[in-house]
């Protein structure tokens, strides 16, 4: 319990799906967490109560991450409430499908806005805000590593978290804080299941080792374990756990 104890975390997109989970587990572990969220407050606040009833601290916090005056503001109420910031996840994402020829621009912007300028923006300002020692887990995707249809523009926005993930390591380093991507494989989460036909999820599934799509709580584990001071040793990292997917 006592782990995290003292920490705070900011975990983006965590109304919901892996963000949640990941939330909860930290709190669990006695951090204190931020529910970042953008467009469900009820789902947010029903995570802050869930945590507080059990114990947890916890507070929601709305702010688009991808627009930097609200990554500013998010940091700032954080540091109100909670008086620093010491571990952030950045969860939050889109999935948008379809052939790359497909795509409009404005899927093309909005994608990598969510999904890369977000982190980009709340990395920027962890390089002045984060506390020493701190910890970055940015949350990447085993599509990366796969040429699969329909995914280019969604497994680039990956790629380039990856790279970012890489490199911010080393130039934040010096400060002690640590920078590592999680890849995790198809989840049984909202994002993944959308638009999909049962079909399609049973054959990727069938690309794992086991036969079978992850579980939320097959990833929240190394998400914590990266989370902690257990884990000083190990920057610049990007770990798949995809079930020997890729």
């Known amino acids: 319990m006592s782990q995290l104890k003292n920490k705070t975390a900011i975990v983006t997109g965590s109304s919901r799906g892996l963000g949640k989970k990941t939330a909860i587990e930290l709190s669990k572990k006695g951090a204190n967490v931020i529910i970042n969220y ?17 114990g947890g601290n916890a507070i929601a916090i709305k702010a688009d991450i991808s627009q930097s ?33 497909d795509f409009s621009e404005e899927e093309f912007d909005r994608q990598f806005s969510i999904n890369v300028k977000s982190v980009f923006l709340m990395m920027k300002l962890a390089a002045e805000k984060l506390e020493t020692n701190g910890r970055i887990i ?35 380093g010096n400060k002690g804080i640590t920078v590592n991507s999680v890849l995790p494989g198809p989840l049984n989460t909202e994002l993944f299941r959308k638009d999909k036909p049962q ?8 690309l794992s080792a086991f036969g079978r799509i992850g579980e939320v709580d097959d990833i929240v584990s190394i998400i914590s374990f990266l989370a902690s001071e257990k884990s000083q040793w ?13």
Not at 73 to 81: R, S, V
Not at 234 to 246: D, K, R, S
């Open 69 to 101: 005056v609200e990554v500013n503001e998010l940091f700032t109420k954080t540091i109100e409430h909670f008086g620093k910031v010491d571990i952030i996840v950045n969860n939050a994402g889109i999935m948008i499908t379809k052939f790359l020829k």
């Open 234 to 246: 190990i920057t610049g990292q990007n770990f798949g756990i995809n079930g020997g997917m890729a």
């Open 138 to 172: 940015n949350i990447s995707s085993t599509t990366s590593r796969l040429m699969m249809p329909t995914y280019a523009i969604y497994s680039a926005t990956k790629a380039a978290v990856e790279q970012m993930t890489r490199v911010f390591a080393k130039e934040i």
């Open 199 to 206: 079909e399609l999820i049973d054959r990727i599934a069938n």
């Open 38 to 54: 953008n467009a469900s407050p009820e789902e947010a606040n029903s995570v802050v109560q869930e945590i507080v009833s059990n």
